[in-house]
C-alpha cells in the first residue's frame, strides 16, 4: 500500500541575532524543494510581539527555529513564554545555539523543547537536517487548528 503525504508549504520563524547565522539558515532553507516561507526575527522580544499579536494579527508558523544568546530575551526565556501559552504551547520550537554544553541542552528539553541543533553546522549538513524536519513537522506531524 502507498500512502501519498499532502505537500504544503511550512511556515518557519527563524529566531537569530546573528546576521551570518541567519543567512546560512535561510539559504539552506531555500534549498528545500517547498514553497515554504522563513520569517526572520532578530531577537527574543520582536518573536514575541509577532506570535501575539503586538503589531499586528498572531503570527502562528508551523515550527520556530530559536537561538539562546540573543540580547534582551534570550531563547530560553521565549521557549518557557511559549511553552507556557495555550495556543502556542503545540508549535514545535527547535532550539539552536554555538555550545555542547550538557547543562544548556538538558534546560532545552526540560522546558519543552522539541530538538537542540548545534552551530554552525556545515551548509550541506543542515540542508539535510532542515529537510528532514520539513518531512516530519510538515507532513507526517498532524497539529491542532490554531
Given at each position: 500500500?502507498?500512502?501519498?503525504?499532502?505537500?504544503?508549504?511550512?511556515?518557519?520563524?527563524l529566531?537569530?541575532?546573528?546576521p551570518e547565522?541567519?543567512d546560512?539558515?535561510?539559504?539552506?532553507?531555500?534549498?528545500?524543494d517547498?514553497q515554504?516561507?522563513?520569517?526572520?526575527?532578530?531577537d527574543?522580544?520582536?518573536a514575541l510581539k509577532?506570535l501575539?499579536?503586538?503589531?499586528?494579527p498572531?503570527?502562528?508558523p508551523?515550527?520556530?527555529l530559536?537561538?539562546?544568546?540573543m540580547p534582551?530575551?534570550?531563547?530560553?526565556?521565549?521557549?518557557?513564554?511559549?511553552k507556557?501559552n495555550?495556543r502556542l504551547?503545540?508549535?514545535?520550537?527547535?532550539?539552536?545555539s554555538?555550545?555542547?554544553?550538557?547543562?544548556?541542552?538538558?534546560k532545552?528539553?526540560?522546558?519543552g523543547?522539541?530538538?537542540?541543533?548545534?552551530?554552525p553546522?556545515g551548509?550541506r549538513?543542515?540542508?539535510?537536517v532542515?529537510?528532514?524536519?520539513?518531512k516530519?513537522?510538515?507532513?507526517?506531524n498532524?497539529k491542532?487548528?490554531?
Open positions: 500500500m502507498t500512502v501519498a503525504i499532502r505537500r504544503r508549504p511550512l511556515k518557519i520563524l529566531v537569530e541575532d546573528t547565522h541567519a546560512i539558515i535561510m539559504r539552506s532553507l531555500e534549498q528545500l517547498t515554504s516561507t522563513v520569517t526572520w526575527s532578530k527574543g522580544s520582536e509577532l501575539f499579536g503586538e503589531t499586528a498572531p503570527y502562528v508551523d515550527v520556530i530559536l537561538d539562546i544568546k534582551r530575551m534570550d531563547g530560553f526565556e521565549v521557549l518557557s513564554v511559549l507556557n495555550e504551547k503545540v508549535v514545535p520550537i527547535v532550539m539552536l554555538t555550545t555542547t554544553n550538557q547543562d544548556e541542552i538538558f532545552s528539553y526540560v522546558l523543547a522539541n530538538s537542540y541543533i548545534i552551530k553546522i551548509f549538513e543542515l540542508v539535510n532542515m529537510r528532514d524536519m520539513e516530519y513537522w510538515g507532513h507526517i498532524q491542532p487548528y490554531l
